[in-house]
């Protein structure tokens, strides 16, 4: 059982400090890889190694195809930016092989899991000589998917995997103790910017987590579409988190006279504070209306968009 650690009593700079120490006695001359998403957890995963080890912590941002528009360009800018190289690592191709005609929610999870671990992990295990993989499992993720909630794709020893046996490489996790809120103020202690250390949590799977039915590039590019405007719109909300989700069922919409059977988003807004629990945002009506006529209007192929107004539980705040 993983003992706690709450925001209210992190020392930041001690937390830091540990773990560094940590990372440096377990690798020692070693070489470990990350993989960088750009999320809070990521980062700051990213930047402790770093400290760490230096250049023996290699760190990669893996492009599977599924990342909301623009985003290997901007993480990898902002960690230069930081003194830290990142290599943009192109795995779209394995990401939707596995994927292809894949529809149940924890089939995908798990497509996306091995896909990850074992195919490029385990690739670049074998490129570089690593053994050990640096990791931002934070306590939430755990604890959704040991109560068999959501299995969270980064969750591996927890529920039994031994990743040594099965991919060839130990798994380092230095902010397993902390929730989001902490990991935020160890971001903003370690030197993140802002930017980073207040971003919207994204989920790992990426626009994967964000399609019902079968994930495939096109289906991904309505979704990235509709996020690009949901995240332009609501930037200025304060919300925790929002999102765009493309449903399977199609509706009979009209256009240009004519009938259209088309797809539907999905918009959600959340309040919270650990993702535990969640409230829909009252976002105004005017917002809402401005997003649906974007999104209609820009997004090809959409002929419905509705807000969710679920609370989390029984909702849970992604949709697959
Ligand atoms: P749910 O949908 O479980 O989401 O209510 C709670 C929080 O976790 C994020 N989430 C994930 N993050 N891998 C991640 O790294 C995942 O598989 C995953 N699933 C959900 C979600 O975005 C929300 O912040």
């Given amino acids: 059982m993983t003992q706690e650690i709450k925001a209210s009593e992190l020392n930041a700079e001690e937390f830091i400090a540990h773990q560094v120490e940590e990372i440096r006695n377990t690798v020692g001359d070693g070489i470990a890889i990350n993989a960088l998403s750009g999320g809070v957890d990521s980062s700051v995963v990213t930047m402790i190694g770093h400290r760490a080890v230096g ?46 005609g894949i529809e149940d929610p924890e089939e995908k999870r798990e497509a996306i899991t091995r896909t990850f671990y074992k195919t490029v992990f385990g690739g670049l ?30 969750i591996l020893a927890q529920i039994g995997v031994d990743t040594e046996k099965e991919f060839g490489y130990h798994v380092l996790e230095p902010l397993i103790q902390l929730r989001k809120e902490g990991v935020r103020i160890v971001a903003e202690a370690v030197g993140l910017p802002e930017e980073i250390y207040n971003r919207m949590p994204f989920l790992g799977p990426a626009l994967a987590g964000r399609v019902i039915g079968e994930v495939t590039p096109a289906r991904i590019a309505t979704v990235r579409a509709a996020t690009t405007i ?91």
């Fill in 55 to 100: 250049d023996q912590l290699k760190t990669y941002f893996i492009d599977h195809g599924m990342m909301r528009e623009g985003e290997p360009e901007y993480v990898k800018q902002v960690f230069e930016n930081l003194g830290v190289n990142v290599v943009v690592y192109d795995a779209k191709e394995e990401f939707y092989k596995a994927l292809e």
């Fill in 230 to 320: 949901i995240e332009e719109e609501l930037a200025e909300s304060g919300a925790f988190q929002y999102m765009a989700i493309l449903h399977k069922d199609r509706v009979t919409g009209m256009r240009g006279g004519g009938r259209e059977f088309g797809q539907q988003i999905e918009l959600r807004c959340w309040e919270s504070i650990d993702a535990r629990t969640a409230t829909p945002t009252r976002v105004p009506y005017e917002t809402l209306e401005k997003m649906a006529t974007r999104i209609i209007g820009e997004v090809p192929g959409i002929v419905s968009v509705t807000y969710n107004i679920t609370p989390k539980p029984p909702s849970t705040m992604e949709a697959i």
């Fill in 125 to 154: 295990v074998r490129e570089t000589g690593a053994k050990f993989l640096l990791h931002g499992t934070i306590l939430t993720d755990v604890d959704e998917t040991v109560a068999g909630i959501k299995r969270q794709h980064n």
